[in-house]
């Protein structure tokens, strides 16, 4: 088996850890996994309780689903490896900048030791152990915890892995299918481009600046002003710095000399690193990345130049030159992936704008409509009840005019009756008051016989008429009329407000002549 991963495969119980793994590294490792675990079934599997590294599946969860099973197959895009099982969903992990994995009795994969512990199981900052039923035993670490690890049916068609790009190691496009990516008009700087994953799966920092070093290209001149030939450099470069890196199982002390990686972690001691004639090593921000470049062979004007004229080391005043220049890229230089994202997020803008306006204005336009069919309702409402509403009117109009009529009638009739009554009343009253008054009058008259007077004025006025029985009967009239009957009150308070109104009048009896 040591045909299949290297043979300088030690069998110690040493735990490294990948720092910021790249296409290299993942590959690597993938050989290694692949040789000590392929067709073993998983007897075991511990998932620590860390939501941040399993993404969309719990570990519970994802214990049943691997226990039982069996690795059929790894395979890697880009940064990304996962395990094919006898039977889906299948794992998939990303490392971060720090992830691993690690199978016990064999050396992790590493291109530089960012620490290690000794004969231990499982490793530090394990989240993931998995045991076979031969005894192997697989785990995966992450001490900074950027690194992840999903369920997923078909990887490869789901995301993220449908949204990167070709693969420099195993997607062998030709140089015509590159040039028509639309990267190669990109604005952004060539740098930028190259550690987009959509652009090509699994290129980190280290990789893109040993590229443009062996192209003599500075990482900030933007994609779009390299002419043809400088592109196609940096397609060969690219397909060589991975392959030289997997080759060599990711394995630093192995990278050629000439490499500026074999330099770079320099930067922090006193002396200068130095490559290539004793060019000194710089360092740049480039779309917010650190970039490793050797100002003498990568000129930002794109020229590859190695030395002066006179073949000596740039002057001071050409340094400063160059780093004003640099640092006047920068403008130019965004990183895509921020470029890409407000790209996107102003197309979302436009998109959520245009929505916004398009359910406005249907909005507006149901409103309308909705109003013209209320008033269209409201008027032929209208019109329904307008001649009901007439109609109903003039009912009501000669109803009371009826009503009215019938009551004044009512109302003379009920007059007439009691002034008919009343007359009646009164004038057999006073007839009989009076032929009372005149009997007694004469009643009296014949008892006494005549006055002395009377005889006189008879004597003296023998045709005048005898007037006192006359007199009599006017006297007993007149105090009639002043004391009015009893039952002629309680007439007149009974009679109600219309006949308080109207004034009730009586027929006076004529005077009973001889």
Not at 9 to 18: G, M, S
Not at 82 to 104: K, Q, S, Y
Not at 235 to 245: D, I, P, R
Not at 329 to 353: F, I, W
Request: glycine share 6%; net charge positive; hydrophobic share 30%.
């Amino acid at each position: 088996t040591q045909s299949t991963w290297g043979p300088d495969l030690e069998t110690k119980h040493l735990c490294f850890f990948v720092f910021m793994p790249e296409l290299p590294e993942v590959e690597a490792t993938r050989q290694i996994v692949t040789g000590l675990c392929l067709n073993k079934p998983i007897k075991k599997v511990i998932a620590e309780d860390d939501e941040l590294i399993f993404e969309g599946v719990s570990p519970r969860d994802f214990e049943k689903a691997l226990t039982g099973r069996t690795i059929t197959d790894i395979k890697r895009k880009g940064k990304h490896l996962w395990l094919e099982l006898d039977t889906r969903p299948w794992a998939m992990m990303h490392f971060g900048m720090t992830g691993a994995l690690i199978v016990d009795g064999a050396r992790s994969i590493i291109y530089r030791e960012s620490f290690k512990k000794g004969d231990s199981w499982p490793p530090r900052f394990h989240k993931l152990q998995i045991e076979f039923e031969d005894g192997t035993k697989l785990a995966y670490a992450d001490p900074r915890r950027l690194g992840r690890i999903r369920l997923q049916q078909d990887p490869p068609h789901e995301s993220p892995l449908a949204e990167l790009g070709f693969d420099p190691l195993t997607d062998n496009i030709s140089f015509e299918k590159f040039l028509e990516s639309k990267w190669m008009k990109s604005k952004a700087a060539v740098k930028a481009v190259l550690l987009d994953q959509t652009f090509a799966a699994g290129v980190g920092n280290w990789i893109a600046d040993e590229v443009l070093y062996q192209s003599r290209i500075h990482p900030a001149i933007p994609m779009v002003n390299l002419d043809e030939e400088k592109k196609k450099l940096i397609f060969e470069k690219l397909h060589e710095v991975v392959k030289t890196a997997v080759d060599a199982y990711a394995k630093d002390a192995k990278f050629p000399d000439d490499w500026i990686f074999s330099h770079r972690w320099d930067s922090g001691k006193k002396k200068e690193a130095s490559l290539l004639g004793g060019h000194p090593v710089e360092y740049i921000k480039v779309g917010g990345r650190t970039s490793a470049i050797v100002p003498a062979v990568q000129q930002l004007s794109g020229t590859s130049a190695t030395t002066t004229s006179k073949g000596e080391t740039p002057s001071k005043g050409r340094k400063k030159k160059m780093k004003k220049e640099v640092e006047e890229s920068k403008d130019g230089a965004q990183d895509t992936a921020q470029e890409k994202a407000l790209a996107e997020k102003e197309k979302t803008k436009s998109k959520r704008g245009a929505a916004r306006r398009s359910a406005a204005k249907s909005a507006e336009m149901e409103d309308e409509e909705e109003e013209e069919e209320n008033t269209e309702k409201r008027k032929k409402k209208t019109q329904k009840k307008q001649p009901a509403k007439k109609e109903t009117k003039k009912q009501t109009t000669s109803r009371s005019r009826k009503v009215k009529a019938e009551t004044d009638e009512a109302e003379d009739e009920q007059e007439e009756e009691e002034k008919g009554t009343e007359g009646a009343q009164t004038g057999e009253a006073t007839t009989g008051r009076k032929r009372k008054a005149a009997a007694a009058a004469n009643k009296t008259t014949k008892k006494r016989g005549p006055s002395k007077t009377s005889a006189k004025k008879a004597k003296t006025e023998p045709n005048e008429p005898n007037d006192s029985k006359e007199k009599d009967v006017k006297m007993a009239e007149q105090a009639e009329e002043e004391q009015p009957d009893k039952h002629e009150e309680h007439e007149q308070q009974q009679g109600g407000e219309e006949r308080e109104q109207k004034p009730q009048t009586r027929r006076r009896a004529p005077a009973k002549c001889r």
